[in-house]
């Protein structure tokens, strides 16, 4: 899966970003972004 995948390397490379995971069963995975 991409979430599994590329969102630890993506937050390991962009320490100024909070990134927070959920994990919601039976939904669809999505991201959410605040700035």
């Known amino acids: 899966a991409c ?3 590329h969102l630890p390397a993506f937050k ?10 959920e994990l919601i069963r ?3 995975p999505h991201l959410k ?3």
Request: hydrophobic share 30%; glycine share 10%.
């Open 3 to 5: 979430m599994e995948s």
């Open 33 to 35: 972004g605040f700035f």
């Open 26 to 28: 039976g939904q669809h």
């Open 12 to 21: 390991e490379s962009n320490p100024q970003l909070e990134v927070v995971t």
